[in-house]
């Protein structure tokens, strides 16, 4: 069965890919036109995570590189082009997204709705019927700060936090009226916020959390205050958030989509079984960017000018005050203990965001895909 891949340039999509080289002869990856030598991004991460160079040379062979404009009806593709593609196709990975959580709806809806709806287009082309794999995420949860978040539910009663989540929720939603409407399955995995224990490197994407350490950066820059400054931040000394290690997120979603679907949408919170305490990371931004974090119930009426700069990201002060929990009982019942990952812990966070050598110390953290176990 041959796959798709799109987003395959991102931070999960490069570990989404090289599970899928592991079990694929050969994938396509449709990416994003006009943002630079895709194949070479790519090589680049395997490179710098230690796949040797027998299994580098092979990729050319192996990878099928699509451009496509994933906003545009047919992404973008002659009417013809699009139809072999489709023709070609047993399964769709749907992991291409905007994550700026800062952006405005209409550009996030552009990218992460519309996007998706062409995608679905593809699938409801393609004469084997492929099957969907969408990435969402655990946060179509929106605003709802307390309690459990279920796999089954999808409302938007709670509201959202930013135009991100909404945008993502709205994908869901299409994509549950499209699977009614062509009576095709969807496998929607939803996973929390990803990290990684790789140190930054400016050929690799970046994750959450280095936008978060660059935004509180840039704005300890601007407002410069000088000395270790205190900033308090709306949040809850008891509150906490789920990390989940993108290596094994995307273990798990693969893992998942070899499963033979419902025929409906089946839904998966893929994230850890521990949340991580809000003091943690208040801790590791303390760390990073040198500042004394006071966790405060309400937000100050005399901000300083630091304060104002990072309450206006909606990315950080927000999340430090929730405490819900994603309910994963659908995927530990399906694989057990083999679902469980290590620790997400202060020391894990801080050697994901400081620059050190190029390749870990240890062993590449998954298969190097040197052969494919089927075609
Ligand atoms: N990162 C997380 O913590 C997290 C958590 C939960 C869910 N997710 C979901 O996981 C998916 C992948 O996220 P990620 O972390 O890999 O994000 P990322 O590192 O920002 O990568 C985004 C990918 O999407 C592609 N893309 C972006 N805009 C595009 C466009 N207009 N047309 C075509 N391709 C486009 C990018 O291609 P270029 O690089 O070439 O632009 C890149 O390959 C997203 O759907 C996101 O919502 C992520």
Redo the contacts with the bound molecule.
């Keep these: 069965m041959h796959v798709a891949l ?8 490069l570990r989404l890919l090289r599970r899928l080289l592991d079990t694929h002869r050969s994938v396509t990856v449709l ?2 036109a006009g ?2 030598d ?1 194949l070479h991004r790519i090589t680049r991460f395997f490179a710098l995570t230690g796949v040797p160079e027998s299994s580098l040379a092979e990729l050319p062979g192996r990878l099928r590189v699509v451009e ?4 545009r009806p047919g992404l973008g593709l002659s009417g013809r082009a699009f139809q072999e593609l489709a023709d070609g196709l047993g399964a769709i990975w749907h ?5 700026n959580l800062a952006g405005d709806l209409p550009e996030l809806r552009r ?1 992460n709705v519309e ?1 998706t709806r062409n995608v679905l287009e593809l699938a409801a082309a393609g004469r084997a019927s492929p099957v969907v794999h969408h ?5 179509v949860a929106g605003s709802r700060r307390e309690g459990v978040a279920y796999e089954d539910e999808l409302d938007d009663a709670y509201g959202f936090e930013n135009a991100y989540e909404r945008s ?1 929720y709205e994908a869901e939603a299409l994509i549950h009226a499209w699977s009614g409407e062509h009576r095709r399955p969807v496998v929607v995995l939803r ?4 990290v990684t224990d790789l140190p930054p490197h400016p050929e690799l ?1 970046s ?2 959390f280095q936008v978060v350490e660059r935004i509180l950066r840039d704005a300890r820059r601007t407002a410069d205050p000088g000395g270790r400054p205190r900033v308090r931040l709306v949040g809850r000394p008891d509150g906490r958030l789920n990390l989940m290690q993108v290596d094994h997120a995307a273990e798990m979603m693969v893992r998942l989509a070899g499963r033979t679907p419902s025929g409906g949408v089946d839904t998966y919170h893929v994230v850890h079984d521990r949340d991580v305490p809000v003091p943690t990371i208040a801790a590791l931004l303390e760390r990073l960017v040198e500042v004394s974090i006071d966790l405060v119930a309400t937000e100050p009426d005399d901000p300083s000018a630091l304060e104002a700069l990072v309450d206006f990201y909606p990315g950080l002060t927000t999340y430090l005050t929730h405490r819900r929990r994603f309910d994963d009982t659908r995927v530990r019942a399906l694989f057990g203990s083999s679902a469980a990952s290590d620790r997400v812990d202060l020391d894990y966070l801080w050697s994901g965001l400081v620059p050190r050598g190029l390749v870990p110390a240890g062993p590449p953290p998954t298969a190097a895909f040197p052969s494919a176990r089927h075609a």
């Design positions: 799109t987003g395959a340039t991102g931070f999960l999509g990416v994003h943002s630079g895709a496509t404009e994933l906003e992991s291409a997204g905007s994550i990218t996007g990435v969402s995420t655990a946060f993502k996973p929390s916020i990803l994407p994750h959450p």
